[in-house]
């Protein structure tokens, strides 16, 4: 799938997941072209624990987080409130290309605010909760 992905689009950006050490990461691959009808991919393979660190450290007042969803709301970095990676969500935000913020009712008398940023030409949402 990686390598028909990135040879139709030009560039694959794969889910986070647990490789063989059992450490989360994820895969960029992307194309390049030659003239004479070659072509080259090259894949990386990131780890995330710079990223969740910089997601869990990030300043948000009272129990407040940040984390990243992809596309179908599942959780691609851990959050305190919502569970680890692989779980859904539970909101699953609309698409817009410019940042929102919506509000979700969790019980009579408790909201839940929510902002995002769909991350431009990646599988991933930012979620400020």
Not at 27 to 46: D, H, M, Q
Request: without cysteine; aromatic residues 10%; negative net charge.
């Amino acid at each position: 799938m990686l390598y028909k992905e990135v040879l139709e689009r030009g560039i694959y950006i794969s889910d986070v997941f647990l490789g063989y050490r059992q450490v989360p990461h994820l895969v960029i691959a992307v194309k390049r072209e030659f003239g004479s009808g070659l072509n080259y991919v090259l894949r990386a393979t990131l780890e995330t624990r710079a990223l969740q660190g910089l997601l869990t450290n990030l300043e948000a007042s009272g129990f407040g987080e940040a984390f990243i969803v992809n596309h179908e709301g599942i959780l691609q970095t851990p959050s305190r409130s919502h569970g680890e990676a692989s779980r859904r969500f539970r909101s699953y935000p609309k698409y817009s290309k410019d940042t929102e913020v919506l509000e979700d009712q969790l019980s009579a008398s408790e909201k839940l605010v929510v902002g995002y940023a769909y991350i431009d030409d990646t599988p991933f949402i930012l979620m400020i909760v």
